[in-house]
């Protein structure tokens, strides 16, 4: 059987772990490294898909198994034909587990072997979330890229705790496994955990690499942990992954992650950060992030950054959104959103291009230098 997710490795770079690929998927190709907004209910906040592709460049965005679950429902989301057909969005789409949420609701839930019961954070009704129930929503939702059930350790937790939490993961994703239906339309990738242990980061690669995915994800980093113990724990994992299958990095979206993941062997990486801060009025230029709703920009005239290619930035003054944000205008939300994720697509584009010309270390102590006004 011919899989639906196959990735190719065309470069690597010569002096770090960085990789340039593409990822084949029923929606189309991702060129990678790539950065995936995140659209958690079925919609990226505030973007309409053709935003999404023609104004940011988005080849892949995510949604969120949990909440899709409880609202509107994934039977629901079948009968419309999926969700690439009920959100309008003809590229490709990948879908989490619903564990990261669950696991968050640590006053509102109760693990065993079988699973997880909770509690909805929008009612309060009981639900039982299980691997065979995480996969099936997954196969209603008819995404390209679906992630096995794992538990994600809270930082810190010890080495007993988090050693047993990984051994059920290998169990859960062998049930994760069994339990997918469309296997020549949905890729299943693996999420490694381990949590701050390398030993248990290492173990619980080769388990997943044994059972054969066609990709993997290392799940439960930045989750309070220091910004360097989480790069050497990644720079430690990912030597353990194949070389032929793509490797996604859960929930980071702030640019020095994204270039520290991709330096370690990462391709994917996805964050709620850009569309969120930009609610709260708050852009990422290439000079740094830039609180436009301070007074410091009432009457400035210039664009958010000088040196983006965005609509927002071609379009509209600092003071112009800035006065959006103030009269809690949606369009300010709007314009800061475009402007962020496009920032972050774009960092990536040039990452690929550093990539291929074997300069990216020299592209990140550039970028650091403009971006936090000093060398890294």
Request: aromatic share 10%; net charge negative.
């Amino acid at each position: 059987m011919e899989q639906p997710i196959r990735y190719e490795l065309i470069k690597k770079d010569k002096k770090t772990g960085a990789r340039r690929g593409r990822i084949y998927t029923p929606h189309g190709i991702i060129e990678t490294p790539v950065f995936m907004p995140v659209g958690t209910q079925a919609t990226v906040k505030t973007m309409t898909p053709d935003e999404l592709k023609e104004m940011v460049g988005a080849q892949i965005i995510l949604s969120n198994t949990y909440h899709l679950y409880l609202r509107p429902g994934d039977e629901l989301v079948r009968d419309a034909g999926g969700l690439h057909k009920f959100m309008n969005w003809d590229r490709a789409i990948l879908t989490d587990c619903g564990g990261f949420q669950v696991f968050s609701l640590s006053q509102l839930r109760d693990i065993t072997e079988e699973g997880v019961m909770f509690k909805s954070h929008l009612d309060g009704s009981k639900h039982f979330l299980s691997p065979e129930k995480s996969i099936s929503i997954q196969n209603n939702l008819g995404s390209d890229i679906m992630m096995a059930f794992d538990e994600c350790c809270p930082y810190p937790s010890t080495y007993e705790y988090t050693k047993a939490s990984m051994e059920r993961t290998t169990r859960w994703a062998i049930r994760s496994k069994e339990a997918h239906k469309n296997p020549d339309r949905q890729g299943l990738f693996g999420i490694v955990q381990g949590g701050m242990f390398k030993d248990l980061r290492e173990e619980s690669a080769k388990q997943l690499v044994a059972l054969d995915f066609p990709g993997y994800a290392v799940g439960g980093l930045s989750v309070g942990e220091p910004a360097e113990l989480m790069y050497d724990i990644l720079a430690h994992t990912t030597p353990f992954l194949p070389e032929n299958k793509p490797r996604y990095l859960m929930g980071v979206g702030t640019p020095d992650y994204l270039i520290e993941a991709v330096l370690r062997g990462i391709d994917m990486c996805d964050c709620v950060l850009p569309t969120r801060i930009a609610r709260n009025g708050t852009a990422m230029t290439s000079h740094g992030k830039l609180v436009v709703r301070n007074a410091t920009y009432e009457r400035d005239w210039t664009p958010l950054d000088d040196e983006c290619d965005c609509y927002t930035c071609k379009n509209f003054t600092r003071a112009y959104i800035r006065h959006l944000i103030k009269c809690d205008e949606i369009l300010g939300a709007r314009l800061l959103s475009i402007h962020n994720l496009r920032f972050l697509v774009h960092l990536m584009e040039n990452v690929r291009k550093a990539i291929e010309e074997d300069r990216l270390t020299e592209f990140r102590e550039e970028f650091y230098e403009k971006y936090y006004g000093e060398k890294e």
